[in-house]
């Protein structure tokens, strides 16, 4: 007696089993040997393929988002630019009450060391201890090669440089609002909210209510 799983290492087309099958992109539930099995296959499987692939964009779509904690008090961080901040050095996020304690601290030290002529401690990003950059053209750097390597907060953060014409960069919105939607395809919620947020204010993009409430 043959299995759901059994039928699921089967063309859907020819009914032969065997490693080298190929799942449907669209819905994920039938395999094929080829490209002539699954057009063959089309007209029989295209009305359900199309409901199931609708109802999997929905889940994607509509997915609560994990909620981020800052790695230094693990507490959650939500969504919003002026609750953290995104450090390009080691692509953490951490929230601003960490920051400021840790600010705080710097300068009760510094202080210190000021006041007996040792020389004063060079800021530095409070998760890795890399030096903070100095200048805008090592930020945008440091941004870029996270970016390269997958970060997609990387991308909201430069998104918002571009949407505020800061760190030496000339204000365009429309590049900040490309960045944004970028790093929601990736995987970032920040950038679900920013895309959601720009459509809905009209930012860098003609508003549009309906899809701004999609993300």
């Not at 290492?9 to 819905?27: I, S």
């Not at 109802?55 to 800052?70: K, S």
């Not at 909210?193 to 809905?200: E, P």
Request: with cysteine; glycine share 8%.
């Amino acid at each position: 007696m043959s299995t759901f799983n059994d039928v699921l290492e089967k063309c859907a087309a020819c009914g032969k089993g065997g490693a080298a099958l190929k799942q449907c992109v669209a819905c994920k539930m039938v395999k094929y040997c080829d490209v002539v099995c699954q057009k063959a296959h089309r007209s029989k499987h295209k009305k359900e393929c199309r409901k199931r692939a609708a109802e999997l964009h929905d889940e994607a779509l509509f997915r609560q988002p994990t909620m981020e904690d800052c790695p230094i008090c693990y507490l959650p961080i939500s969504c919003g630019v002026t609750q953290a901040d995104y450090k390009s050095c080691c692509g953490k996020t951490l929230c601003h009450g960490c920051l400021y304690a840790v600010t705080k601290q710097s300068m009760k030290d510094n202080r210190n060391r000021s006041s007996v002529g040792k020389s004063l401690l060079t800021e530095c990003c409070p998760f890795c201890r890399e030096p903070v950059c100095s200048d805008d053209e090592g930020w945008i750097k440091r941004i870029k090669k996270r970016m390269e390597s997958g970060d997609a907060d990387a991308y909201v953060a430069l998104g918002n440089a571009y949407m505020e014409g800061s760190h030496g960069l000339t204000k365009d919105q429309k590049k900040g609002f490309e960045l944004w939607l970028q790093g929601s395809k990736i995987g970032s919620p920040e950038a679900h909210n920013c895309v959601g947020l720009a459509l809905f204010e009209g930012r860098g993009v003609q508003p549009d209510e309906k899809k701004a409430f999609h993300y």
